[in-house]
């Protein structure tokens, strides 16, 4: 296996318009921000710029259109050192793009989706899969093309003798399955915030989901934003506060994280080590506007969780 990871997912920039008049206006009126800045987005994509941040050997298998931001994204995950053999080019879409009107509190987020959602089974190249020692999928319930498809990628990917890990994000749908649940026999780590969870177990209080969604198969690890995260195994409970930070934009820490906890369950470390270097990379990665401007290295994550402290 010459690969650690191979990420199933989305791949397409975010513009953040930041400071001044971010609130639009209708009635053709102009109004001034005070930047605007293309950076790297996309679950999938965030994800694997921080898995190679910290040292891994990783390839992202996702779609971009022939167009300027598809450039922009590949030339961005090369940079960072990702493999980009699994990137396919539609030529009849537009590469998606979401423009984040971001605030000092709060932010919206407006997206074309163009061609996220658009990878599916027959794109993924199954020797690149079956090369990697871990398989991630990003945004599960955007990837309407690919998951009728990763039942049967997870279970070849199992076979081959890898690991998977499932980041479901928010479910636009509000069903919250999209056959996810059919999916957990072949899913290793579940990786959804607080109230993604809750959603998906059709639980309101979160310990009674977290065992729920276990008992589906999965280690179940919990984001829990400036509260920290929990992971909840077979026989093993382990809950840990966040490393402090001054937050400058949040924006990717939920794919900083699960790059953080893949890595170290890579490298072999116990839950509650993978749970501790997962907070840190989620911690340190929101010092900077954008998901990947700020991820750390591994020796950056262990300096963190020594010094108790991101900031
Ligand atoms: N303000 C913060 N202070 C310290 N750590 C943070 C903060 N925000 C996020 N983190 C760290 O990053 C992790 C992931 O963040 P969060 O819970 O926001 O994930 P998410 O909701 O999946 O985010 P995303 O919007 O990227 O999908 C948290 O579990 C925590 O470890
Ligand atoms: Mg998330």
């Known amino acids: 296996m010459d690969l650690d990871l191979l990420v199933l997912g989305d791949v397409n920039p975010d513009l953040v318009l930041r400071g001044g008049e971010v609130v639009p206006a209708f009635g053709q009126a102009e109004r001034l921000v005070e930047e605007a800045r293309l950076t790297v987005g996309g679950s999938g994509a965030i994800m694997a710029c921080g898995a190679a941040r910290l040292g891994l050997h990783v390839a992202v298998a996702?779609?971009?259109?022939?167009?300027?931001?598809?450039?922009?994204?590949?030339?961005r995950l090369v940079a960072r050192g990702v493999d980009v053999r699994g990137l396919t080019v539609d030529a009849d879409r537009a590469t998606g793009v979401t423009v984040v009107l971001a605030s000092s509190d709060d932010r919206a987020m407006l997206t074309a989706p163009g061609t996220t959602g658009v990878l599916n089974g027959s794109l993924v190249d199954l020797d690149l899969l079956r090369s990697a020692r871990h398989v991630h999928v990003?945004?599960?319930?955007?990837?309407?093309?690919?998951?009728?498809?990763?039942?049967?990628?997870?279970?070849?990917?199992?076979?081959?003798?890898?690991s998977t890990s499932v980041d479901p994000n928010w479910d636009p749908d509000g069903e919250w399955d999209g056959g996810l649940r059919a999916l957990m026999p072949s899913v290793d780590v579940l990786l959804p915030n607080e109230v993604e969870a809750r959603q998906l177990a059709h639980i309101s209080d979160l310990d009674a989901a977290m065992a729920a969604l276990r008992d589906r198969g999965p280690l179940v690890v919990v984001k829990a934003g400036a509260d920290?995260?929990?992971?909840?195994?077979?026989?093993?409970?382990?809950?840990?506060?966040?490393?402090?930070?001054?937050?400058?934009?949040?924006t990717g820490?939920?794919?900083?994280?699960?790059?953080?906890?893949?890595?170290?369950?890579?490298?072999?470390?116990?839950?509650?080590?993978?749970?501790?270097?997962?907070?840190?990379?989620?911690?340190l990665s929101t010092r900077a506007v954008g998901g990947t401007d700020a991820q750390p290295t591994m020796q950056e994550a262990l300096e963190a969780i020594e010094r108790g402290s991101a900031a």
């Open 228 to 250: 920290g995260a929990i992971a909840l195994g077979p026989g093993e409970r382990v809950s840990l506060t966040a490393v402090p930070v001054d937050a400058v934009d949040t």
């Open 62 to 75: 996702g779609v971009v259109g022939d167009d300027l931001f598809g450039a922009y994204m590949r030339d």
């Open 138 to 162: 990003s945004s599960y319930f955007l990837q309407r093309g690919l998951r009728p498809d990763l039942p049967d990628l997870l279970a070849a990917a199992q076979r081959a003798g890898a």
């Open 253 to 283: 820490a939920g794919d900083s994280f699960d790059a953080g906890f893949v890595a170290a369950m890579l490298g072999g470390e116990p839950l509650e080590r993978c749970l501790a270097i997962a907070n840190a990379c989620g911690a």
